[in-house]
């Protein structure tokens, strides 16, 4: 292991602090990002951006994604804001990522079990569809 940073938005023991969709490292700092039980408290409408960041500084993923909603809740809101299924997780990051394993687990995690594991490769720009690069633009 060459390189080994820990990020997180609040934990002031982090290595840095950083949104997950505005990370900064310079384009393909890392050979490999890992997050476990990060992605379902970002908003739905923010999942794709952290995923396109993480290709930009990554050229692989490790992804735990929790598909349940969370037992805990502070002033009465729910953890887990992002709750989606399987597939749903696969669309999102095969935007960004080819997938080479995918799996639902049911029988992992404490508390919350129900977890998507996957492993991706980050695309080059010319492996996109020219539709999506024109999404991506806007």
Same mark, same amino acid.
């Given at each position: 292991? /060459? @390189? +080994?940073?820990?990020?997180? *938005?609040?934990?002031?023991g982090?290595?840095v602090?950083?949104?997950?969709?505005d990370?900064? *490292?310079e &384009?393909k700092? *890392?050979?490999?990002?890992?997050?476990?039980?990060c992605?379902?408290?970002?908003? #739905?409408?923010?999942?794709?951006? +952290?995923i396109?960041?993480f290709?930009r500084?990554? &050229?692989?993923?490790y992804? /735990?994604?929790?598909?349940?909603?969370?037992?805990t !809740?502070?002033d %009465? #809101? #729910?953890?887990? +804001?992002?709750? =989606?299924?399987?597939q749903?997780?696969?669309? $999102?990051?095969n =935007?960004? *990522?080819?997938? $080479? @394993?995918s799996?639902?687990?049911?029988?992992? %995690? @404490?508390?919350a =079990? &129900?977890? +998507?594991?996957?492993?991706?490769?980050a695309?080059?720009?010319t492996?996109l569809? !020219?539709?999506?690069l &024109? @999404?991506?633009? $806007?």
């Open positions: 292991v /060459k @390189k +080994v940073v820990g990020v997180d *938005f609040a934990c002031p982090a290595d602090i950083a949104s997950a969709h990370l900064p *490292f &384009n700092s *890392f050979d490999l990002l890992t997050s476990w039980d992605m379902e408290h970002i908003p #739905e409408e923010e999942v794709p951006l +952290v396109k960041e290709a500084v990554s &050229n692989r993923i992804l /735990k994604i929790t598909t349940a909603p969370s037992a !809740r502070i %009465g #809101e #729910e953890l887990h +804001v992002c709750v =989606k299924d399987h749903w997780w696969d669309d $999102e990051i =935007k960004h *990522f080819k997938i $080479e @394993k799996e639902f687990r049911p029988d992992i %995690g @404490k508390p =079990k &129900n977890h +998507v594991i996957v492993y991706a490769l695309r080059p720009l492996d569809p !020219r539709s999506l &024109n @999404k991506l633009d $806007e």
